[in-house]
């Protein structure tokens, strides 16, 4: 007896356990000081943010994407997941794990070394790349030792080929960092790793004054846009992710984007009433469930949908903990 349960390709991406997500305009500006900091000659380029805005995704882009990209590189991403004692060996045996490697209990950490460079080395070559391109997850983790054992690799391929990291950290919960503030690691350190860095942030919702020149619409608007134009299912159809669950708020000539004003009305009327200064930026991971809801619980199970209410945006803000994670909530007070 066949089964009548579809595959995932045939349903919408909007229902899959994995929804699809965006290229955005911080990622954009991710790999644009990526490519900068590699064409200037750093080691490295130092990315903080606060929780949740997307900083994972942004390297995560830049994994797996190559335009950007000023040279060859075959590029991979770890998770550092914090030891009780940050030994060499529980680094390098950290590395290899993720790359699919088995390890021995008995191995010596010059072993685990050179088993990690030559495992990076064999990906290199087999994609003719001239260069590595390491990011680290979770790099607020790390402490002094960490970074040691991240300069052993890029010492030993020193001769033969060049490592970039990209540390991505989280600015509300790092042990290192560049300012006054922060403990800062070695000077060695310091100098190799710690120089360059990049500010990722959120979906801003005002165009930065250095991107007006070639930006016209907000991080946010362009998000938007990408639902109501860009991304489309069926492929070839040309039924975008809004037209597909809005078909006859579509027809009327609904558009996500065009309640933008609306929306961050009510974003920032949620804010103050929590006691939040005005918005300036909208987390990746709060906004992407923001227009999932809106999209598929609210458009699509109401086939009578024409457009977004005040009290609708309120709603679904709440209901995907808008304002839990952004900076200085503390909570509703009794």
């Given at each position: ?87 060499e060996g529980y680094f390098m045996t950290s590395l290899l794990t993720q790359m699919g490697q088995s390890v021995a209990a008995s191995a010596s950490s010059n072993m685990l070394l050179a088993r990690v460079v030559r495992t990076l080395n064999e990906q ?161 991971l709060t906004f992407e469930k923001f227009v999932y809801t809106v999209l598929v619980r609210i458009a699509m199970e109401d086939e009578n949908f024409l457009e977004l209410t005040e009290a609708q945006v309120r709603e679904v803000l709440y209901r995907v ?14």
């Amino acid at each position: 007896m066949e089964s009548s349960a579809m595959t995932t390709s045939e349903v919408h991406p909007l229902l899959r356990y994995k929804r699809p997500l965006i290229f955005t305009r911080p990622g954009e500006r991710l790999a644009g000081a990526t490519r900068a900091s590699i064409e200037m000659g750093c080691d490295a380029l130092w990315i903080e943010g606060h929780g949740r805005v997307g900083k994972t995704f942004g390297g995560r882009q830049l994994v797996q994407t190559d335009a950007w990209r000023p040279f060859s590189m075959y590029m991979t991403e770890f998770t550092y997941s914090k030891p009780q004692k940050p030994t060499e060996g529980y680094f390098m045996t950290s590395l290899l794990t993720q790359m699919g490697q088995s390890v021995a209990a008995s191995a010596s950490s010059n072993m685990l070394l050179a088993r990690v460079v030559r495992t990076l080395n064999e990906q290199r070559v087999k994609r003719s790349a001239d260069m590595l391109g390491l990011v680290f997850n979770e790099a607020n983790r790390f402490t002094s030792e960490e970074y040691e054992h991240a300069m052993s690799i890029g010492n030993e391929f020193e001769k033969t080929t060049r490592v970039f990291y990209l540390f991505i950290n989280q600015s509300d919960a790092g042990q290192l960092g560049r300012g006054d503030t922060d403990a800062r690691p070695p000077r060695h350190i310091f100098g190799r790793y710690f120089i360059n860095s990049h500010r990722y942030t959120g979906l801003l919702w005002d165009v930065p004054k250095d991107d007006r020149p070639h930006q016209a619409m907000s991080d946010v608007a362009l998000a938007f846009l990408e639902y109501d134009e860009e991304l489309t299912w069926p492929e070839g159809s040309g039924i975008t992710f809004t037209q597909h669950c809005a078909p006859k708020a579509w027809a009327n000539g609904w558009r996500l984007g065009a309640q933008i004003d609306m929306i961050r009305k009510v974003v920032n009327e949620v804010r103050s009433e929590a006691g939040l200064p005005l918005a300036t930026s909208w987390p990746m991971l709060t906004f992407e469930k923001f227009v999932y809801t809106v999209l598929v619980r609210i458009a699509m199970e109401d086939e009578n949908f024409l457009e977004l209410t005040e009290a609708q945006v309120r709603e679904v803000l709440y209901r995907v903990g808008y304002l839990e994670i952004e900076p200085g909530y503390e909570g509703v007070v009794a």
